[in-house]
């Protein structure tokens, strides 16, 4: 599985912007995909989960009710967005793409991580 996200970019206090992350390879093997950050000079965060089985989701606190994270599944490709709207400085970060992947039974799920996409808000 390969991840590419795309999107990001320079966006002032309010603002909205959709991420997206193109995943392709073995995209059935994808049990749950999502978005984490990571600012500079902390720990990359959890943002929002979408599992595959139903496209349930999870939320951290801090986006909750403001980004919105949503799936598209066709043969071979899956796309992965999140729409973020009501944007604080404190959301400026590199925003990665996440897939845990479950290439067969008996077999450890791998975490295959996308090559970031930066968002900055200004204040």
């Known amino acids: 599985v390969q991840l590419v996200e795309s999107g990001g970019g320079l966006v002032q206090t309010g603002g909205s912007l959709r991420l997206s992350c193109a995943a392709s390879?073995?995209?059935?093997?994808?049990?749950?995909m999502g978005w984490y950050r990571q600012a500079p000079g902390k720990q990359r965060e959890f943002i929002a989960t979408i599992a595959t089985e139903g496209h349930s989701t999870n939320y951290a606190d801090s986006v909750k009710g403001r980004f919105t994270i949503s799936r598209e599944d066709a043969k071979n490709t899956m796309t992965m967005y999140l729409q973020m709207s009501s944007l604080k400085p404190e959301d400026t970060a590199a925003y990665y793409c996440n897939a845990e992947v479950l290439y067969g039974l008996g077999y450890p799920p791998q975490d295959v991580w996308g090559q970031g996409t930066q968002v900055t808000v200004s204040s």
């Open positions: 390879g073995s995209t059935s093997s994808i049990v749950i």
